[in-house]
């Protein structure tokens, strides 16, 4: 049982006119019992909330889409968190979200996998190991589900391939490199997420770093605006290749001729205002024709990977929204959706299979698109 005083003050609660914007933004409020503005009513009229019996609490993607629309300034996604915490703190989740807490804490990443195997997908590439005393003047981040994840580890490879045409002096934190903890924050355990903060400062200062760039927004995300003390420079990659692009350090030798939209992920778009170098970058590659979808930007539908979402099962059994978004880029005409991270790739990917849409169209990650054109 939650304590609904102690929130109402947390979350400045009574600020709330319950005028359901937040609830209208919502994207999952398409597909799941999800109504965060009946929630936040709950909070006002009750003394005590039962939150294991919320299981919709489960379907939040953290994409801030609330937060962001909300008149008042409250901020309904870590309220959301919050209640999480409270089931996650008591030991009360269900086991996969268990096990991807336990395999953070113990090997550094929420796939089960050895932290001796972090970098084995650089071994046939001639990559700088800053972990083993190499310097290099940019850290690549590569993250959890790019070290491990088969499909994702071919995202990695391209960044590298065009981090070396660029002439980028860059370099890995090898088997050191664990993961940033922003979905375990998200899952409700701030407590990990703290221990995983302390660990990753103490590993930046130790090897110097002095700039980074990302694989993924979400350790973009936690890196910018979530990690206290962290001083040097953190970019998405699509912002560091759109400079490069730019500056004319990195140019085009092919075409690709496709047609291409764009998965705004919401930790690049929503919550960081990132929405105009990925579209540069696409748009310079030659041959490739960009469509955007209509639902784009702000307005952007998530693809349901975040928030810890790789980890849980939706609550109710309707369409997901990666479904939703691949019969919309059908639609739109388009060959590719091109998306610039690691869960989007890996949900559009299965929504392509359950769709049926094999062979019509093809999720890339924009780095690969531009792998290809270099
Ligand atoms: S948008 Fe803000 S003020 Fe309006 S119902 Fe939601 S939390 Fe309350
Ligand atoms: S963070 Fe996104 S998914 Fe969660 S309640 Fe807000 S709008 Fe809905």
């Excluded at 469509?291 to 810890?308: I, K, L, N, W």
Aim: aromatic fraction near 8%; include cysteine; charged fraction near 25%.
């Amino acid at each position: 049982m939650l304590k609904t005083r102690k929130f109402v003050q947390q979350y400045d609660l009574l600020g709330c006119i319950q005028c359901g914007r937040c609830t209208a933004g919502c994207p999952l409020s398409l597909t799941s019992p999800l109504n965060i503005r009946r929630i936040i009513y709950q909070f006002l009229v009750r003394d005590k909330l039962d939150v294991k019996q919320m299981p919709e609490i489960w379907d939040c993607t953290t994409c801030t889409t609330c937060t962001l629309r909300c008149p008042k300034g409250l901020d309904p996604a870590m309220i959301l968190v919050g209640m999480r915490r409270v089931l996650t703190e008591g030991g009360r989740v269900k086991p996969t979200i268990r096990d991807a807490l336990e395999s953070t804490f113990k090997f550094g990443n929420p796939w089960g996998r050895g932290k001796a195997k972090r970098s084995d997908w650089v071994q046939d590439l001639n990559v700088k190991n800053i972990a083993e005393g190499a310097n290099a003047e940019i850290v690549y981040f590569v993250g959890c589900t790019p070290a491990y994840d088969d499909r994702v580890q071919v995202v990695a490879k391209a960044m590298v391939k065009v981090f070396e045409k660029a002439g980028v002096d860059f370099g890995i934190l090898g088997n050191e490199e664990i993961c940033c903890g922003s979905e375990m924050r998200r899952l409700g355990e701030e407590g990990l997420f703290e221990f995983l903060v302390e660990e990753n400062l103490e590993i930046f200062k130790q090897h110097g770093v002095k700039r980074m760039v990302t694989t993924s927004p979400h350790c973009y995300n936690t890196f910018k605006n979530e990690y206290e003390g962290l001083d040097f420079e953190v970019q998405h990659y699509t912002q560091f290749v759109a400079d490069l692009i730019e500056q004319g350090k990195l140019t085009f030798s092919k075409e690709v001729n496709r047609v291409v939209t764009y998965q705004d992920p919401c930790f690049l778009g929503k919550q960081n205002g990132v929405y105009d170098e990925p579209r540069a970058i696409l748009q310079s590659i030659p041959g490739l024709q960009f469509v955007d979808f209509d639902r784009s930007r702000e307005r952007s539908v998530c693809c349901e990977g975040g928030g810890g979402r790789m980890w849980v099962e939706a609550s109710s059994g309707g369409e997901r929204l990666a479904e939703t978004r691949v019969k919309d880029a059908l639609e739109l005409g388009a060959e590719v959706i091109a998306t610039a991270c690691p869960f989007c790739m890996l949900t559009l990917e299965d929504a392509v299979k359950t769709t049926g849409a094999e062979g019509a169209i093809e999720v890339l990650d924009i780095i690969e698109l531009v792998a290809q054109a270099i």
